[in-house]
């Protein structure tokens, strides 16, 4: 089944502890990319990688890392978590030449 | 002023009804629109893509006004199902599909 899984779906940490989201899919796509989604503001990308160690700056993408050493996967890393990093995270995966991205199920993260 | 805007709703509609959503955009340069489904605390899907003539895939109805920057989205004979918020998604206009903009979505809620 094509899909994209993220780990872990709901983590609550304290500030400045790292942590690691991971997300990986199964449908050989060349672009990935990484959205936090809260109320009122909709989907905002992150950071996004149109191909293996290709990786560029979304609209926030601050406090945050990403690496992309194998098609497959694209962790995203925050480093220092703080309370304003508390959101919806989705990871999400395309095709070449469409725009029609595949989400993964997303992952809840509070930071206290 | 957000590149992408939606009115938040909730519209609520009887079953059988039908629902129009308008999203309007910023970018002039924009080329690219699509609206997603989410269902509540689930991730984005692909709805359907909209072209310039517009488009219709069964009850729903996509349209483009490129002169006034929106486009919209018609559902016929509404579903209880149809219940979710619908997301406008708009490209940068200077990143093809890698910098999708996504609007902060419209509530509709389909009662019996």
């Known amino acids: 089944e094509a899909q994209v899984t993220q780990n872990p779906r709901y983590l609550i940490t304290v500030t400045g502890k790292k942590l690691t989201v991971t997300c990986s899919q199964n449908?050989?796509?060349?672009?990935m990319s990484w959205y936090r989604q809260d109320p009122g503001l909709g989907l905002r990308q992150i950071y996004y990688s149109m191909n293996v160690e290709v990786t560029d700056k979304g609209d926030v993408p601050e406090g945050y890392k990403v690496s992309r050493k194998e098609k497959r996967n694209f962790p995203l890393i925050l480093e220092s978590p703080s309370p304003n990093q508390t959101s919806l995270y989705f990871c999400?995966?395309?095709?070449?030449?469409?725009?029609?991205?595949?989400f993964g199920e997303g992952s809840r993260l509070t930071v206290l | 002023r957000k590149e992408v805007e939606q009115d938040p709703g909730p519209f609520n509609v009887p079953e059988g009804a039908t629902v129009a959503f308008n999203c309007t955009y910023s970018?002039?340069?924009?080329?690219?629109f699509f609206w997603y489904r989410q269902d509540c605390r689930k991730e984005p899907k692909l709805l359907m893509s909209?072209?310039?003539s517009g488009n219709e895939d069964g009850r729903f109805t996509a349209q483009l006004n490129r002169a006034s920057q929106y486009i919209s989205l018609l559902i016929r004979d509404s579903k209880l199902s149809d219940s979710a918020t619908y997301l406008c998604v708009v490209n940068s206009g200077s990143g093809g599909y890698n910098k999708l903009i996504f609007g902060a979505g419209t509530r509709l809620a389909v009662h019996p």
């Open positions: 970018n002039s340069a924009s080329q690219s």
């Open positions: 449908m050989n796509h060349e672009y």
């Open positions: 999400a995966s395309r095709g070449r030449g469409t725009g029609e991205l595949f």
């Open positions: 909209v072209y310039s």
